[in-house]
Structure formats: structure tokens, C-alpha cells
């Protein structure tokens, strides 16, 4: 394609020269039949003959510029972050989905360990306070579990223990006072212990 391009410059180029050397040679002609004989030697002009030769010309042009390419994209993480490792080259085809480049997820890990601490402390929250409201695991009720619940039975059951003690000694005063070995004023501080320790119990 260049050859024939060439070729063709070649071409104009002659039939460009020949036609300015007939040119002017018609206005020298024109100018020598007035003044022939002043200028008959000056009319001679001297022609260089040379061989026309093929040469091979390179097809490349040097130019400087900037590539733009016909398509291109913007891309943009959807979280912030360190980029840690780009998957692709520059100017490599990609398609929907593919992994372009991967983000350091050293503090996207931290945090997800954080939030895994801050649930299984949750969970062991609501498993204490399911045991002060009396709650199982699986979701039967049971008041004995509750803590409240026990220190009240616990209570109760000294409660009883101390009404039956106080049972026991306002009985035995009082039939020792029957029988005159106890002085009454001894007898009614038992029998208010009694009623003291019953009251509590009822």
C-alpha cells in the first residue's frame, strides 16, 4: 500500500517538475527572441540525469500523543479500605463479577470478633436473667431456680423451725407452772415467744 502510495507522489512530482520547466522555458523563450542576441548563452540550462530506484519505506510514524481507549469503566469499593491485592493488568478484559482486587480485612475482622464477644455475652445475659425469672432453656418455668424464691423458702423453713422450738418450750413451762416449779412471769415470756415466731411464720 505505501509502494503504491509512493508511486503515486513520484508521478505528481515529475509531471509537476516538467510542467515548470516548460513554463518557464516558454517565458525564456519569450524573453530570448527580444533579447537572443545579449542572452544566447544564458538560455542553456543544465540538466542532471538520474536512475530512479525502489526502496523499501517503513510503514511507522513517530508522533507523540495519549491512548484513549474506546470503552472504559470507573470503579469504586463499596466499603473503605486498604487495597491489599489487585487481581487483574492494566488494559485486561473483565467481565461481570470477577474479582478485580481485594481489600485488607484485617479490621473488618477485628470487628466481626468483636461483635461475635458482644453477642455471647448477650446470650449469657439473657441465660442469668432467665434464671432469676425462673426460666429453663427450654422455656419451662421453675421457681426454685429463682434466687430470691430459695433465700424466701430457706427463711420459711427457719421460720417453721423456730415456731416448733417455741412450740415445744411454751408447753413444757407451761405445765411446769401447773405443777408450781416455774414462776408465771417465765411462763408468759415463752408463751410470747411462741406467738412471736407463729406470727412470723403466718
Known amino acids: 500500500m505505501w509502494n503504491a502510495h509512493l508511486k503515486l507522489l513520484i508521478c505528481a512530482l515529475a509531471i509537476f517538475a516538467m510542467i515548470s520547466c516548460g513554463s518557464s522555458d516558454s517565458d525564456r523563450g519569450r524573453n530570448g527572441n527580444s533579447n537572443s ?16 530506484e525502489a526502496r523499501e519505506i517503513a510503514s511507522g510514524i ?3 500523543g495519549s491512548l484513549i481507549a474506546d470503552e472504559s469503566s470507573d470503579i469504586a469499593p463499596k466499603t473503605a479500605g486498604k487495597i491489599a491485592n489487585v487481581s487483574v493488568n492494566v488494559g485486561q478484559f473483565v467481565g461481570v463479577g470477577s474479582t478485580i482486587g ?16 458482644a453477642v455471647k455475652q448477650a446470650v449469657a445475659g439473657v441465660r442469668q436473667a432467665e434464671a432469676r425469672l425462673g426460666l429453663a432453656p427450654n422455656g419451662t418455668f421453675s421457681a426454685t431456680t429463682i434466687p430470691e424464691v430459695r433465700a424466701a423458702n430457706a427463711n420459711y423453713l427457719q421460720a417453721l423451725a423456730e415456731l416448733k422450738q417455741a412450740e415445744a418450750n411454751e408447753k413444757r413451762y407451761r405445765e411446769l407452772t401447773q405443777t408450781g416449779d416455774v414462776a408465771m412471769i417465765t411462763y408468759e415470756q415463752y408463751h410470747t415467744a411462741r406467738d412471736t415466731a407463729r406470727a412470723r411464720v403466718l
Open 37 to 52: 542576441e545579449l542572452n544566447s548563452e544564458s538560455a542553456v540550462i543544465a540538466i542532471t540525469v538520474g536512475k530512479s
Open 62 to 64: 513517530r508522533a507523540t
Open 102 to 117: 481485594t481489600i485488607d480485612d484485617k479490621d473488618a475482622r477485628a470487628e466481626f470478633a468483636s461483635a461475635q464477644a
